[in-house]
């Protein structure tokens, strides 16, 4: 149980046994105190447990575990209730897990790190005095009043795809979310883009109790409800992947690295080859019904 101050909520970690050897699996938060985006940032958290990766997962626990909010809170912590200070419930729910994974002995195991491995950058790389690109966007829910700019910092690699490597909120959003926003942070510099849709896509469906509204769906003047703030985000993201022909609007990649594989049933189309696109930077606009159309990012040019 973890009483913040605004009341209490528990902390669940569920485990396996296999071969000889505990690993944790999913861990997940239950109770009306619970503060909201908090359930997200476990249930993102669960998938890195089932990647079976000692050296990711501690690097991310790490990362949470320095999640600020405000002036933080003394909780009792395990095994004999001694209190310590927690720079907020984000950390203090990554601390716990921490612990229990150390009780499991699951960092103990050796073994290989093939998501550590596959990081483009260990460290979120620092911009010059010139900055850097970046893409932003407003996002308002007026059912639950949160008012914030979602941003995403861009870098373009050696090969020359411009890729996210950060995202960032600022405005009236719950604090939570900063949890979030610094595992999908280390999920985008993943090297096979493939990872960071598994992770946005599994967000997509992800509800709150009186938090659906509704919002224009990214690419269009077309309206639709999601079922949280949280969800908006994931697609929002999902969006600017698509923008960039990386990732399609279904969040999967447009081409396989072969790290990690897309389901193979997948019916995701491929973009075609053709003139610059003015949107996304791609070539890859063609003639479609009399207009110019891209086929990595879905905007329509020229017609007639």
Not at 238 to 249: F, K, P, Q, S, T
Request: hydrophobic fraction near 40%.
């Amino acid at each position: 149980m973890i009483d913040h101050g605004q009341g209490k909520f528990a902390l669940f970690v569920g485990h396996v046994d296999q071969e000889g050897r505990s690993w944790p699996f999913e861990a997940w938060v239950n109770g009306p105190a619970q503060p909201r985006g908090l359930g997200a940032v476990a249930k993102t958290l669960s998938m890195d447990m089932r990647a079976n990766d000692h050296g990711w997962l501690k690097l991310k626990l790490e990362s949470l575990a320095k999640t600020p909010d405000g002036e933080g809170f003394d909780m009792p912590f395990p095994p004999h209730g001694e209190h310590k200070r927690m720079p907020s419930v984000v950390s203090a729910m990554a601390r716990l897990i921490e612990y229990r994974v150390e009780q499991l002995g699951a960092f103990r195991n050796e073994g290989p790190t093939p998501v550590l491995d596959a990081l483009f950058s260990l460290k979120e790389p620092k911009t010059g005095t010139d900055g850097t690109l970046s893409w932003t966007v407003d996002v308002f829910n007026p059912a639950t009043s949160e008012d914030f700019v979602l941003g995403l910092k861009e870098i373009t690699l050696p090969d020359g795809v411009t890729r996210p490597y950060s995202v960032w909120l600022a405005g009236n959003y719950p604090r939570a979310l900063d949890g979030l926003t610094k595992l999908l942070s280390l999920d985008m510099r993943v090297l096979d883009p493939a990872w960071i849709g598994m992770k946005l896509r599994k967000l997509l469906d992800y509800p709150e109790p009186l938090g659906d509204f509704m919002a224009f769906v990214p690419g269009s003047r077309k309206q639709q409800t999601y079922p949280s703030t949280v969800a908006y985000i994931a697609s929002l993201i999902i969006h600017r992947y698509a923008m960039l022909g990386i990732l399609d609007e279904n969040g999967f990649p447009l081409q396989q690295m072969g790290i990690l594989e897309a389901p193979s049933n997948s019916t995701a189309p491929k973009p075609t080859a053709g003139k610059l696109c003015g949107e996304c930077g791609n070539f890859t606009m063609i003639r479609k019904d009399g207009c110019d159309f891209c086929t990595a990012c879905g905007a329509v040019g020229t017609c007639g």
